[in-house]
Antibody, heavy 120, light 110 residues
């Protein structure tokens, strides 16, 4: 059974860089069939796609966040990571990692999510 | 960016009744639409993809319909475990088109 698990600091200071890692178990991140994505959800609000990465390193980002986002992959560790720079309180959210197929992008497996709070 | 609009924001339904949730796209997304269920403190769960195909393990009381810009999620007979928030998501033109979600519909007990 595929499992995804987010990890990283739960508190980040304003203007700093948020860094999270998603560890994939029960399957290979190097599968040619899937992209691996990040989605976030501010407290009490809806879902926002941040971006997705292929095992080769090919990435696609939400245009509204593109200038601040970097997603990378480490196939040797079966992990992919998110960096979001210059954070503000508006970036406080539960951050999820998830999987979707290459040709169609319904998100079929999700991590449990991790709350990141931006505060001094 | 394709904007997804869900209605109503909140739907009050009695157990055993039928619930009908709507999702509208700002431009055609063909059948590239998914529905998710989210319960408090949990990650979203995929219910429907391709506008009308149930994901693995999803009960038959959940059905999706529509294409183009108008979509519907129907829960034929609400069970206690179905009270949750439901989101639609489009993936037209992926890649490189962005994935976008609707604002959600909360289905609450009447």
């Amino acid at each position: 059974q595929l499992q995804l698990q987010e990890s990283g600091p739960g508190l980040v200071k304003p203007s700093e860089t948020l860094s999270l890692t998603c560890t994939v178990s029960g399957g290979s991140i190097s599968s040619s069939s899937y992209y691996w994505g990040w989605i976030r959800q501010p407290p009490g609000k809806g879902l926002e796609w941040i971006g997705s990465i292929y095992y080769s390193g090919s990435t696609y980002y939400n245009p509204s966040l593109k200038s601040r986002v970097t997603i990378s992959v480490d196939t040797s560790k079966n992990q992919f990571s998110l960096k979001l720079s210059s954070v503000t309180a508006a970036d406080t959210a539960v951050y999820y990692c998830a999987r979707h197929m290459t040709a169609v992008a319904e998100l079929d497996y999700w991590g449990q999510g991790t709350l990141v709070t931006v505060s001094s | 960016e394709i904007v997804m609009t869900q209605s109503p924001a909140t739907l009050s339904v009695s157990p055993g009744e039928r619930a009908t949730l709507s999702c509208r796209a700002s431009q055609s997304v063909s059948s590239n639409l998914a529905w998710y269920q989210q319960k408090p403190g949990q990650a979203p769960r995929l219910l429907i993809y391709g506008a009308s195909t149930r994901a693995t393990g999803i009960p038959a009381r959940f059905s999706g319909s529509g294409s183009g810009t108008e979509f519907t999620l129907t829960i034929s007979s609400l069970q206690s475990e179905d009270f949750a928030v439901y989101y639609c998501q489009q993936y037209n033109n992926w890649p490189p088109g962005a994935l976008t979600f609707g604002g959600g519909t909360k289905v609450e007990i009447k």
